[in-house]
């Protein structure tokens, strides 16, 4: 599976991005989807995942900030981030797994991993 993510940019706190990943390959092999983050210096960590039945998952971060969405006929998944915050800049990371929880999503159950697409808020 091939992921290409886009969406990312420079913006300013309390602002608005919406970041999208369109996959492509051997999608029938993939269930969930994440969006993972890696700031400078810090490791990377899950922000948000969908199930392939919708169901999903928000680091405790982002909730009620940030949605996830999925629309299975053009495989492509979404991350609109509303109210940014600075400490929301990192570098964000699509990712498909054939696992079918959206919980507690863990790199190594993703197999599949987009370019990275850097989102910047300025305070």
């Known amino acids: 599976v091939q992921l290409q993510a886009s969406g990312g940019g420079l913006v300013q706190a309390g602002g608005s991005l919406r970041l999208s990943c369109a996959a492509s390959?051997?999608?029938?092999?993939?269930?969930?989807m994440a969006w993972f983050r890696q700031a400078p210096g810090k490791e990377r960590e899950p922000v948000a995942a969908?199930?392939?039945?919708?169901?999903?998952y928000y680091t405790d971060s982002v909730k009620g900030r940030f949605t996830i969405s999925r629309d299975n006929a053009r495989n492509t998944v979404y991350l609109q981030m509303d109210s940014l915050k600075p400490e929301d800049t990192a570098v964000y990371h699509c990712?498909?797994?054939?696992?079918?929880?959206?919980?507690?999503?863990?790199?190594?159950?993703?197999?599949?991993w987009g370019q990275g697409t850097l989102v910047t808020v300025s305070s």
């Open positions: 990712a498909a797994g054939n696992v079918f929880s959206a919980d507690n999503p863990r790199s190594a159950d993703y197999h599949s």
């Open positions: 390959g051997r999608t029938s092999s993939t269930y969930s």
């Open positions: 969908i199930s392939l039945y919708s169901t999903t």
